[in-house]
């Protein structure tokens, strides 16, 4: 069984006050289950989340990006290893905001995620096209040439740590969800492709979450699709009943 994932990416948002607030609230609020809930706060507030989530079962702290470097004279720059030093466990990699403002290419991504693997954070690496790419019809060779030009540089045994996100650009922030056909069937291929990258027992444990514009009304459809294990939430995720609604979705 693969595991059920509800990672709240708040993006640069909140003060730390506010922060530790909608956390209390989220814990005070959610169902326990065993759904896998991981709070994606920005860098400042981790180490104070964490001694709040880190008490909490089944809650897990992440962060939004981390360095293709591992350590040095590289001003601004946020390592791996510091996050794993703050308590975090996981790490999004790849964020299409973070590829489009912040001209994250493929050969960054590998390093990015090299550097989490070898201090123990899972990434959460996303992929997704641009609406352009989905209306031209070619968005399958768009998500297969991201996973290619990637996933290809790590081992399977690397790879098993890595959770995928699918998230189309397109409903990033607009209020426009892919619908569960269109869900399904691109998680379906991501599926597939890491089938053929790794192997069909790799594809079969590996959790690909759904990111764009859900919320707690589309998201009981959205995980009742057969590939999909759970979503990345960014905008619902600020609000504390919408979250706790979404984790309790399965
Ligand atoms: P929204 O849920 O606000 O569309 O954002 C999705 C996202 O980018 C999560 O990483």
Known sequence: MRKKIVAGNWKMNNTLDEAVYLVEEIIS???QSEVVKIIIPP???????????GEVVSFHLGAQNCSSLPHGAYTGEVSAKMLHSVGCQYVLVGHSERRAYFNETNEDLVLKLREAL????????????????????FYFEVIKSQMAEVLSHFSAS?????????????AIGTGLTAT??????????????????????IAQQT???????????NAH???????VDGGLI????????????????F
């Not at 899972?122 to 031209?136: A, H, M, N, V, Y």
């Not at 890595?162 to 650009?169: D, K, R």
């Not at 959790?207 to 009304?217: D, P, V």
């Not at 960014?234 to 979705?249: E, K, M, P, W």
């Open 118 to 137: 070898a201090h123990q954070l899972k990434p959460i690496f996303c992929i997704g096209e641009s609406l352009d790419q989905r209306e031209g019809g």
């Open 234 to 249: 960014g905008g619902a995720s600020l609000n504390a009943d919408d979250f706790c609604a979404i984790t309790a979705s």
């Open 158 to 170: 690397e790879f098993i740590n890595i959770i995928i996100a699918y998230e189309p650009i397109w």
């Open 29 to 31: 609020k959610v169902k």
């Open 180 to 201: 569960t056909q269109q869900a399904q069937e691109m998680h379906q291929y991501i599926r597939t492709e890491v089938a053929s990258i790794f192997s069909e027992e």
């Open 221 to 227: 459809d959205l995980f009742a699709c057969k590939d």
């Open 207 to 217: 959790s690909i979450l759904y990111g764009g514009s859900c919320n707690a009304k």
């Open 43 to 53: 860098f400042p507030f981790l180490e104070s989340l964490n001694r709040k989530v």
